[in-house]
């Protein structure tokens, strides 16, 4: 899939099939996060992939936003360095994964939002570093329309130039 296509037509997955995902492309989603450009090329973050049913079951009782996690394939949880720039530089990373699964007919949810001590605590994440998203994975149990987006126009959110001109 282009680029451009996942962007378009990626949509956040909470249902997904009990079928695993493959360890190469479990391996490409996390080179995705791995790869993607940090301020200063710090990298401040870790990824933790949870494939443990069990281990993905506390997960979900520790994220209230996310009690589907237990049904996942997987679930990624990015740990950050307490720095200026860190929850940016996350940010752009579980981007870079979630559009690589999706790209694959993997879908994704960024749940959980920084701080979650009681997912530093369940998964030995030390005090120096804060949670900043988990994400579950997994083959969507529902065939998702692919672009069906519900998004404001873009003369809404573009300006050109000056905030308030039109970007047309």
């Not at 909470?14 to 695993?20: A, F, I, L, S, T």
């Not at 981007?95 to 530093?120: D, H, K, R, Y």
Request: glycine content about 6%.
């Amino acid at each position: 899939m282009e680029v451009f296509d996942s962007v378009r037509t990626v949509l956040a997955v909470r249902q997904y099939q009990d079928k695993p995902l493959p360890p190469a492309l479990i391996q490409r989603i996390v080179e995705a996060g791995r790869l993607t450009a940090s301020s200063m090329n710090r990298q401040p973050w870790h990824f933790i992939v949870i494939e443990n049913r069990a281990t993905l079951g506390l997960l979900a009782e520790r994220v209230h936003t996310g009690p589907f996690i237990a049904q996942a394939s997987l679930a990624i949880v990015v740990a950050v360095e307490k720095t200026r720039f860190a929850l940016s530089d996350a940010s752009r990373a579980v981007q870079s994964m979630i559009l690589t699964a999706w790209s694959e007919g993997v879908g994704s949810c960024w749940v959980g939002f920084l701080p979650l001590p009681e997912v530093n605590e369940l998964l030995g994440i030390p005090d120096d570093l804060d949670v900043a998203a988990v994400i579950p994975f997994g083959y969507p149990l529902k065939s998702l329309g692919l672009g069906r987006k519900k998004r404001k126009p873009l003369s809404e959110v573009a300006h050109r130039e000056r905030f308030g001109q039109p970007f047309e």
